[in-house]
């Protein structure tokens, strides 16, 4: 049976990891993987994971199954994290959530919620989008296709031409809507063109599938969600999925949550039933060890208020380098790309980089970074911002 299965090509991002590593040059840069990076290069685990943890560890009892829907106390606060425990969808029980292996997980199980309606809708997808979004979706059976958002050029929106698109779209499609921080751009909307957003959503009947995965990394844990619950208390439906990888600084444990809001709170459970069968045939339940850090520290106010803070430095390095790398390019005459990066937001930009020249940096230069020029921000080594600047320059 076996023996007709031929090696698949590695995983691009991957495979630039182990190049790396591989790479015997003193000066050496890593832009690829999307992970926070201390100034050592390191992707600490953050002091208020680590005593929460602890916590879970000396009080935990038994290693009994939780269920489909995974760690109940989980869901409940982290709706309240991305929504506010006032919001609309809230009080009116219209909004439920399910614990899911990770934001790819939850991603998932909205894809599959979402052919098993029957309805077989089309899901529009940024262009460019996360490079995972691709196979989490369509290998549910669902058809994507993509709709104008990164202007290369400036580094910008391309929201006149996404409006246009949106307002042509059929009644019943889904649009993916990255929260914030938008993956691999670092191009997020305002909140004015988020409300022009959900009114056309509105008027043509779509239904919003918002992926957020680094809420607090980009203008803050409120401000980040502001997207989010403008779409949830503006359409009838909605899924999103939620990450705590970056975060929480919990990749490994796989930690998301999947909430799914419709017009009822009957309907509302109705669908989750659903998706709890759907997780029962995929994985069975989420694993819990990730869920209950996440509910720990979100129960402990002393550990909120340590999570936030650390978060809060994260978001605050992460912007120190972004501007850092950008006055080093104006300084190279690169002043439009050097506006652009200034302006983005997240643990990403995109550089106008054609491959070749993504190829010549890292062969050249031992930068490594995704071919269709993406970088991760906390990758940026602070002594090297000069030479990463000229480096890149070099090639635009």
């Known amino acids: 049976m076996f023996e007709n299965l031929q090696a698949l090509p590695e995983d691009p991002i991957l495979g630039l990891l182990a190049a790396f590593r591989a790479d015997t040059a003193t000066r050496k840069i890593d832009l690829g993987v999307g992970v926070y990076k201390d100034e050592r290069g390191n992707t600490p685990v953050l002091k208020a994971v680590r005593a929460a943890e602890q916590a879970v560890l000396a009080d935990q009892q038994t290693k009994t199954y939780l ?64 490079s995972n979004h691709g196979p989490l979706l369509s290998n549910a059976g669902l058809v994507l296709e993509k709709y104008p958002y990164f202007d290369a ?100 444990e796989r930690v998301g949550l999947l909430m799914v809001l419709t017009q009822s709170e009957a309907q509302t459970n109705a669908s989750v039933s659903h998706v709890r069968k759907i997780a029962r045939g995929i994985y069975s339940m989420p694993p819990d060890h990730g869920a209950a850090i996440v509910a720990r520290i979100l129960s402990d106010t002393k550990l909120t208020e340590d999570w936030r803070a650390e978060l809060n430095a994260m978001r605050e390095r992460m912007m120190k380098l972004r501007n850092a790398f950008s006055a080093a390019l104006a300084r190279t005459g690169k002043a439009e790309v050097a506006a652009a990066i200034a302006n983005q937001r997240g643990m990403f930009s995109m550089l106008p980089l054609k491959p070749e020249a993504a190829d010549t940096l890292r062969e050249k230069h031992h930068i490594y970074m995704t071919r269709d020029g993406r970088i991760n921000i906390a990758g940026i080594d602070q002594d090297l911002v000069d030479f990463l600047a000229e480096s890149v320059a070099s090639v635009l």
Not at 102 to 116: F, H, I, S
Not at 163 to 173: Q, T, V
Not at 239 to 245: D, K, M, R
Request: proline residues 5%.
């Open 67 to 130: 269920g489909p829907a995974g760690n109940e106390q989980f869901n409940a606060l982290m709706t309240e994290l991305v929504l506010g425990s006032k919001h609309t969808a809230v009080t009116s029980r219209r909004v439920r959530a399910m614990q899911a292996p990770g934001g790819c997980g939850a991603l998932r199980l909205g894809a599959e919620l979402l052919v098993t309606t029957g309805a077989k809708p089309t899901v529009h997808v940024s262009d460019p989008t996360w």
């Open 153 to 252: 050029r400036t580094g910008t929106v391309r929201f006149d031409a996404m409006l246009e698109r949106l307002n042509a779209l059929p009644a019943g499609d889904v649009v993916l809507l990255h929260g914030c921080c938008h993956n691999p751009t670092g191009a997020d909307l305002s909140l004015d063109q988020w409300r022009k957003v959900a009114d056309v959503l509105v008027q043509r009947r779509l239904v919003p599938y918002v992926d957020i995965a680094y809420q607090g990394l980009g203008e803050g844990i409120e401000a980040d969600a502001e997207g989010a619950r403008l779409i949830a208390a503006t359409v009838p439906e909605a899924l999103i999925a939620v990450s705590c990888s970056k975060n929480f600084g919990l990749y490994r």
